[in-house]
């Protein structure tokens, strides 16, 4: 496995002089409150054999997108952008028209929305939200659903009514790795996973779990995944630099790599799993 190439399909950057992160607050994210850029990922990614990375969003702000297609229009790692706009604007599918035409705008690969801040759990079944998916399904983009286990099954409910759109978990619908449990997630992970549309991300689970926890109390929670999805509809993601609350790039990469060899997944599964998922889905280097 160790020579297999790796895309990182999940991780952010943020600029703190050009505008704050307002979600970066209280003493637990106190390591995340300084700017993180792509020359701090690079060496890392590097080392670990990362080959092109998917950057994604990090706030509901329109003008951060058009930055993230700047960085990725300038440097080789970056080889898709998901970004944001409004999915419930009337002029949706003008906004995407307008991002795809700017610097970079070739890297536009999807889009996501902070569902998980939304106190509606349906949110994503309202009428403008769909209206606003079909505009993403249109523009040949995939969306991202970053999602607590409540609102799995609103997702559920969106994936089966647009067949036409990839939907991408990020980081497994957000298990409670820390309390142990499996239900209710497991069941809505399994739901979601029988619909053809749909893939999910091992990403971000680390910092789901209790400090100190290893690739054990991980593995649960993956083996309910790579179940539902199989290998070939799940794609590694590093989360970075949230990631760094839990371990570092490489411990992350390392700890991904274990799962899948504990998985006794064939040499072409594992490499489903660290590049060729997301290359598919994200029509990487097109």
Not at 87 to 113: F, N
């Amino acid at each position: 496995m160790s020579g297999l190439p790796i895309v990182d399909a999940h991780h952010h950057v943020w600029d703190l002089t050009v505008r704050d992160q307002p979600w970066i607050s209280g003493a637990a994210l106190a390591p995340l409150r300084r700017s993180f850029c792509l020359d701090d990922l690079r060496p890392a990614a590097e080392a670990a054999g990362v080959t092109a990375t998917v950057l994604v969003q990090t706030i509901t702000v329109a003008e951060e997108t058009p930055e993230f297609l700047a960085l990725a229009d300038g440097d080789p790692l970056v080889a898709g952008v998901v970004g944001w706009t409004d999915l419930t604007a009337p002029d949706v599918a003008d906004a995407l028209a307008r991002l795809r035409e700017l610097p970079g705008g070739d890297r536009l690969v999807g889009i996501r929305h902070q569902v998980q801040e939304e106190p509606d759990r349906n949110w994503l079944l309202r009428p403008d939200v769909r209206r606003g998916l079909l505009a993403v399904a249109g523009a040949g983009l995939v969306y991202d659903l970053v999602v607590k286990p409540h609102q799995l099954p609103a997702a559920i409910g969106a994936a089966a009514g647009l067949a036409g759109l990839t939907f991408v978990l990020d980081h497994l619908g957000k298990p409670p790795i820390a309390s142990g449990e499996l239900e209710p997630w497991a069941d809505r992970v399994r739901r979601l996973a029988a619909l053809p549309n749909t893939v999910a991300k091992f990403s971000g689970l680390l910092t789901e779990a209790a400090p100190g926890a290893g690739v054990d109390d991980l593995r649960p929670y993956v083996d309910v995944a790579m179940e539902a999805f199989g290998p070939h509809r799940l794609m590694f993601g590093s989360d970075w630099p949230v990631s760094t609350l839990a371990a570092d790039y490489g411990q992350t990469v390392d700890a991904t790599k274990e799962l899948l060899r504990l998985a006794r997944l064939s040499t072409s599964e594992q490499a489903a799993v660290l590049s060729g998922t997301a290359t598919g889905v994200y029509g990487l280097g097109r």
